[in-house]
């Protein structure tokens, strides 16, 4: 395994970070299919992943399918409680700002949000699931516009200061959110933001213009979500029903089936799997510290590995350009064309 920095703190993540939006019962509702890995899947997945030197796990209160909100963290916590020094060599993360439809305790404040009374509530609810006394990242789901930051940092300062938070992370943000933010904290003299979770992959370059570039300035360590994009970037073209998809991925195959057959060629001339080249493209961004990946099963996990392993060479990522085009320049003085691939 290999590690870095989370932002520039001197915390050190494995470059692959365990993601567990899939761990738990299902989605009875149907469009994400979340919660497909059963409490004995996650428990061999999770034992795999320390084994192989993971020592970064991503949840979040909400996970484990919409009708079994907080599974996923409830079977995290079982798992430490097999012993072996699980809990103490893993750099856990957990989430809050969503809405947890379980919560019949809420009332009017069961809506999103990020409130000092949210804040509390939730993280000890989530302490409670993983059988814990403290989560080493606490990331905002996402963005509160409601909710002002003068409340939001009083409400992490107090589980910080408490010791039951170690960082602040923050999900979802765009790159001035983040800055305003920055500064917020700063004149509290408190540490702020030390990373982002954000979508970033040749399907979606939108980081690119600000997010990158932003969190390299400021120091804030990137984290990408859903690196296959729902796992179509791991399609094989030449046998594209292998693995099973979920409804949301088969409604964005239908429209992307063209670039997704290019880019088989492409890694079929370079011998590499699709999804271990699309996490090699993403790593290769100075930015990104870690990518959450999130497998069905040990095999899944186990094929990830390689792409630790690839180095793209000029030639290889002028294709991805020409299959995954960079965003044109946001400049209003600039005229801009539709790219209709």
């Excluded at 729902?230 to 409604?251: S, V």
């Amino acid at each position: 395994m290999q590690y870095n920095r989370l932002g520039t703190t001197g915390l050190w993540v494995s470059k692959l970070c365990l993601g567990t939006a899939n761990f738990g019962l299902g989605d009875s509702r149907g469009f994400h299919d979340w919660g497909v890995v059963d409490q004995k899947a996650a428990f061999e997945i999770m034992d795999y992943a320390m084994e192989h030197g993971i020592n970064f796990f991503d949840t979040a209160n909400v996970y484990g399918g919409l009708d079994t909100r907080g599974l996923s963290e409830e079977i995290i916590g079982k798992w430490f409680k097999t012993g072996g020094l699980r809990r103490e060599k893993t750099v856990l993360a957990t989430k809050v700002g969503r809405i947890f439809e379980q919560d019949q305790t809420d009332g009017p404040n069961n809506c999103e949000g990020l409130s000092i009374y949210k804040i509390r509530r939730h993280l000890e609810a989530s302490l409670k699931r993983l059988q814990t006394d403290k989560v080493e990242l606490y990331n905002m789901h996402k963005h509160d516009p409601g909710t002002s930051w003068d409340e939001i940092w009083e409400g992490f300062e107090g589980v910080v200061r408490r010791g039951k938070v170690d960082y602040i992370g923050a999900s979802n943000h765009d790159a001035w959110e983040i800055v305003k933010a920055q500064s917020i904290a700063k004149s509290r003299g408190f540490m702020g933001i030390v990373s982002e979770q954000h979508l970033y992959t040749p399907l979606n370059r939108l980081a690119e213009h600000e997010m990158l570039p932003m969190a390299l300035d400021q120091g804030i360590g990137i984290t990408i979500f859903s690196p296959l994009f729902r796992g179509i970037l791991g399609i094989d073209m030449r046998n594209p029903d292998k693995h099973q998809r979920t409804a949301e991925a088969e409604f964005h195959f239908q429209y992307l089936q063209k670039q997704l057959s290019e880019f088989t060629d492409l890694c079929v001339e370079i011998g590499e799997s699709p999804a271990n080249v699309t996490l090699a493209w993403e790593l290769r961004h100075p930015a990104v510290n870690s990518i959450i990946i999130a497998p069905n099963s040990v095999e899944d996990l186990e094929e990830l590995f390689r792409s630790l392993e690839i180095t793209l060479d000029e030639s290889v990522l002028r294709r991805m350009d020409e299959i995954f085009p960079p965003l044109e320049e946001l400049n209003p003085y600039v005229p801009r064309t539709i790219n209709r691939r």
